[in-house]
T-cell receptor
Framework: GENVEQHPSTLSVQEGDSAVIKCTYS??????FPWYKQELGKRPQLIID?????GEKKDQRIAVTLNKTAKHFSLHITETQPEDSAVYFC??????????FGPGTRLSVLP | KAGVTQTPRYLIKTRGQQVTLSCSPI?????VSWYQQTPGQGLQFLFE???????NKGNFPGRFSGRQFSNSRSEMNVSTLELGDSALYLC?????????????FGPGTRLLVL
């Protein structure tokens, strides 16, 4: 089955700096890769996703890149703000089934 | 459109009891997945239902079961509760059509087993 690894497990950055979180997956059939942000005590919220026919996608300060050959995808947050502090989860899925999540990255943005 | 809802939000049970959790998906979504979230294990997949049928199942014992109704609402049942079952139980719904895989989470049910 699919296995998703995520690094780093914790990340601290200064406000205004960039943050990068990387994930790898094992199943070449996976074709949909969402990223979720979970603030303390709240549900995971989808923040960006990418499908296998796209190499990069941007939404304001957030971008995701996908390398299908290497089976890895990354989340990039630029100009980080204190409200970006949360746990971020990556996931891999095949056609909307079998969502497998990474273990999460705790991002702290220091003022 | 209303989001995914889960009831109850909080629950306290004792060992050996059973519990039933409920999830109402976003209108039109036919797939409902259940996850267990704990600090140590992260998000672990329990099972997924689509059109009243269990389509996928994670590595959890048979004490964990579920079902889905014709209106796509889903219930999850845990029998003979153990202390280790204390967790946040999240459900997520999606259209499950080919180009609409986006999965949306409910607020979760926080279960404490004493």
């Amino acid at each position: 089955g699919e296995n998703v690894e995520q690094h780093p497990s914790t990340l601290s950055v200064q406000e205004g700096d960039s943050a990068v979180i990387k994930c790898t997956y094992s199943d070449s059939a996976s074709n949909y890769f969402p990223w979720y942000k979970q603030e303390l005590g709240k549900r995971p919220q989808l923040i960006i996703d990418i499908r296998s026919n796209v190499g990069e996608k941007k939404d304001q300060r957030i971008a995701v890149t996908l390398n299908k050959t290497a089976k890895h995808f990354s989340l990039h947050i630029t100009e980080t703000q204190p409200e970006d502090s949360a746990v971020y989860f990556c996931a891999a899925s095949s056609d909307g089934q079998n969502f497998v999540f990474g273990p999460g990255t705790r991002l702290s943005v220091l003022p | 459109k209303a989001g995914v809802t889960q009831t109850p939000r909080y629950l306290i049970k004792t060992r050996g009891q059973q519990v039933t959790l409920s999830c109402s998906p976003i209108s039109g979504h036919r797939s409902v997945s259940w996850y267990q979230q704990t600090p140590g294990q992260g998000l672990q997949f329990l099972f997924e239902y689509f059109s009243e049928t269990q389509r996928n199942k994670g590595n959890f014992p048979g004490r964990f079961s579920g079902r889905q109704f014709s209106n796509s609402r889903s219930e999850m049942n845990v029998s003979t509760l153990e202390l280790g079952d204390s967790a946040l139980y999240l459900c997520a719904s999606s259209w499950s059509g080919r180009d609409k895989e986006t999965q949306y989470f409910g607020p979760g049910t926080r279960l404490l087993v004493l």
